[in-house]
T-cell receptor, first 116, second 111 residues
Framework: NAGVTQTPKFRVLKTGQSMTLLCAQD?????MYWYRQDPGMGLRLIHY???????AKGEVPDGYNVSRLKKQNFLLGLESAAPSQTSVYFC???????????????FGPGTRLTVL | GQQVMQIPQYQHVQEGEDFTTYCNSS?????IQWYKQRPGGHPVFLIQ?????EVKKQKRLTFQFGEAKKNSSLHITATQTTDVGTYFC???????????FGAGTTVTVRA
């Protein structure tokens, strides 16, 4: 099993350009998450999904859109990139979102995005 | 919203020494999880605590959940260079789908 994979690994954009980050998991997990990580701020939740066809806003959703058309994939879109979106983006998935040992989150390797 | 306080932000440790990092919440928690992120890597799950007062050990790492289920600690004994990285606590409030991550404690080790 590959676990959680993310593409691309690195990307440089100019202000105003758009792009889509792809996350895929092969663990049959219901829940998927997109985080951004900035120095000194930990992991901040952008959007999440509790199942195929569903999405919800997290802590910092502005400037991002997501889609979960297939259970195994969770896409993060930037329609008009801004320098403030320079960050490392992590995707994660979990079997459940309730306590009991099945809500452990498995993270992908990350995408390092620079917006000039 | 849920506030996650993690201290200290940085911990510089002499190899062989012990240290502790703390995680505090403003609300009662359903569970708390700890993750480790090596430099340049991604967060990796270490452990989950669920019960009030729970203590779990993983070799030189000891994790504790407070009696009121509002705080937790990670204690590392005899620090080694392999302990370098950032340790995050992640809290789940009762009836919440989401984990809230602390800012992390970044550990460096002097040989």
């Amino acid at each position: 099993n590959a676990g959680v994979t993310q593409t691309p690994k690195f990307r440089v954009l100019k202000t105003g350009q758009s792009m889509t980050l792809l996350c895929a998991q092969d663990m049959n997990h219901e829940y998927m998450y997109w985080y951004r990580q900035d120095p000194g701020m930990g992991l901040r939740l952008i959007h999440y999904s509790v199942g195929e066809g569903t999405t919800a806003k997290g802590e910092v959703p502005d400037g991002y859109n997501v889609s979960r058309l297939k259970k195994q994939n969770f896409l993060l879109g930037l329609e008009s990139a801004a320098p403030s979106q320079t960050s490392v983006y992590f995707c994660a998935s979990s079997y459940s979102a309730t306590s009991g040992g099945k809500d452990t989150q498995y993270f992908g390797p990350g995408t390092r995005l620079t917006v000039l | 919203g849920q506030q996650v306080m993690q201290i200290p932000q940085y911990q510089h440790v002499q190899e062989g020494e012990d240290f502790t990092t703390y995680c505090n919440s403003s609300t009662t928690l359903s569970n708390i999880q700890w993750y480790k992120q090596r430099p340049g890597g991604h967060p990796v799950f270490l452990i989950q605590l669920v019960k009030s007062g729970e203590v779990k050990k993983q070799k030189r790492l000891t994790f504790q959940f407070g009696e009121a289920k509002k705080n937790s600690s990670l204690h590392i004994t005899a620090t080694q260079t392999t302990d370098v990285g950032t340790y995050f606590c992640a809290q789940r409030a009762i009836n919440d789908y989401k984990l809230s991550f602390g800012a992390g404690t970044t550990v460096t080790v002097r040989a």
